[in-house]
């Protein structure tokens, strides 16, 4: 059966990667690093004892470590995967022992604080090429990761003012050679976008499963057991990582604030149509929101399969 992925590189495109922070996606990197040979040798760094057996187990890397400072030495690409908070300092702890020439990355959903954190800590003669990988499951740890996450996702990189072009293209090609859609982007524009593409969503599932979890128990139960395919797939978004999505809330918080004041006064327009029984008001808004996910299933981010997928293969839509 063909790979998916297509054929492994005859040449790596790094020498030694090192990945600091094996969850979801520094396991999935890993992987798929491996299986397109895209570096000679593979590095997994990471400070929990259970996270390091449990890489060795699975063969992910060549090399595990626990401490980042000895993990990086002699890495020609560093890819900072833990949580937004923890960027400033991880870099700080890596920063004497990064070799001249070599490429820091991260895969981090917020950039303009990243790239505040990061680069202060970084020496002369090291790139900074902040990436993030527009993709992801509710699950986390080294036994969440699979090769093809990345494939016909966007991953969005956004390089400092004055970032030296051919470690932009290194990173470029790095992730299409994972299968990704690169997309280039300042810090301060990624953080505008995400902020309603993905922050607010995230905070909206939050809140909407926090309200369920705070009903009278009777209810609650009813709740749960009766869960349609909206409370349902909420509670799926609400179930990733608490860490993470603190920190992200944190570090972009002025673009998710902008996000949810645009977000409040739609809010309080659709509460006045359903007040005032404006039918054909909120008929044109529902129609307009329609045309937003036949669209973003042209463009390949989605399946048009019905119930998104979980009726079997044999469902058909009713997009």
Known sequence: MPDSLGPALETPLFERIAIIGLGLIGSSIARVA??????????????SLQVRSRVAE?????????????????????ILCVPVGANASVAKE?????????????VGSVKASVVANVVPHLPEG???????????TEFSGPDAGFATLFKNRWCILTPPDGTPPDAIARVREF??????????????????????????PH????????TAAALEEGTKSEVIKFSAGGFRDFTRIAAS?????????????????EMLDRFNADLNALVKMIK???GPGLHDRFSRTRAIRRSIIEQGQETATADFGRLGPDATASQ
């Open 94 to 106: 890596i920063g004497a022992s990064l070799k001249p020439g070599s490429i820091v990355s991260d």
């Open 34 to 47: 491996r299986r397109k040979n895209l570096a000679g040798t593979i590095v997994a760094i990471d400070q």
């Open 276 to 278: 005032e029984g404006d």
């Open 175 to 200: 992730w299409a050679a994972m299968g990704s859609n690169v997309e280039i982007m300042t810090p301060t524009h990624h953080d505008l976008v995400l902020g309603i593409t993905s922050h607010l």
């Open 203 to 210: 905070l909206i599932a939050f809140n909407i499963v926090g």
């Open 241 to 257: 990582d608490p860490t993470m999505w603190r920190d992200v809330f944190l570090h972009n918080k002025e673009a998710v604030l």
């Open 58 to 78: 699975l063969g992910i890397a060549d090399e595990v470590a626990a401490s980042a400072g000895d993990g990086v030495r002699n890495a020609d690409l560093v």
């Open 126 to 136: 090291v790139s900074f090429v902040p990436a993030h990988p527009v993709a992801g």
